[in-house]
């Protein structure tokens, strides 16, 4: 059964491009073929949009073949697909990745520095508020608050640099971050990931080493990206 509460995030980033994001929930097999869309009224407030603009995007994907809408049914997943259909899914994943590896590109060039100077300013106070934070974040179970939980561990490093700056600048890199979230943000494998990351940069931070903390930060990222995009699925893109 689809979660479209978790997968709804992703879309509002996205400037309302809901057509594309099901595009993406279509060829990465979150939303299969045969799949009935729940009712109009429902799923408009899961999503967080209006119904105008969720019709938009249904005539949208029915106007490409991708969606069946009769009365009396509801709207399903067509079960096939058109070689003309299928290069359009992949044309849309693909540009996904490409904004995926830039922004990664763009948080190694910025966050590693975050956390070094977080380590070296990081006092008792700081370290309890992080790791409670952690502690959260293992007993959650919800994807779209496992990604506010993500986001609130970068950001509350660079509180910790007491920089205003680095935490405008944090807060911004987040905003940006959040459309490569289309690819998918949270499984099991990617929250143990993600935890296992944010442990080490916080066992960084309490040792007070800035460059064992830039380097776990470099670790995370790196290992972040290679479980969602690794590198070798752009080359050519």
């Known amino acids: 059964m689809v979660d479209w509460s978790s997968a709804s995030r992703g879309w509002v980033s996205m400037g309302g491009n809901l057509a594309a994001e099901l595009e993406l929930m279509i060829i990465r097999g979150v ?14 407030a899961t999503l967080g949009v209006s119904r105008a603009t969720l019709r938009e995007a249904m005539l949208e ?30 044309s849309v994943f693909r540009e996904a990745k490409q904004d995926f590896h830039q922004i990664m590109e763009m948080r190694r060039a910025v966050e590693p520095g975050v956390a070094g100077l977080a ?12 790791e409670a934070l952690l502690r959260t974040a293992e007993q959650e179970s919800s994807a779209a608050r496992l990604l506010e939980l993500d986001v609130a561990f970068h950001v509350m490093l660079a509180d910790i640099t007491r920089n205003p700056l680095l935490s405008d ?58 479980l ?6 752009v080359a050519g893109s």
């Open 31 to 44: 939303l299969p073929r045969g799949e009935k869309i729940p009712a109009e009224r429902d799923l408009a």
């Open 119 to 130: 380590a070296s300013k990081a006092g008792p106070a700081d370290i309890d508020r992080i």
């Open 169 to 226: 600048l944090l807060h911004i890199v987040s905003d940006w971050a959040s459309s490569s979230r289309r690819l998918g943000f949270q499984d099991a494998s990617r929250k143990a990931e993600s935890l296992a990351g944010h442990w080490a940069i916080v066992d960084a931070l309490k040792s007070g080493d800035r460059p064992l903390a830039e380097q776990a930060m470099r670790d995370h990222l790196g290992g972040i990206q290679e």
């Open 61 to 90: 994907l029915e106007l490409k073949g991708l969606v069946s809408r009769r009365p009396g049914r509801g709207t399903i997943v067509l079960e096939s697909s058109t070689p003309t259909q299928t290069a359009q899914l992949s």
């Open 228 to 233: 969602i995009a690794p590198s070798g699925d």
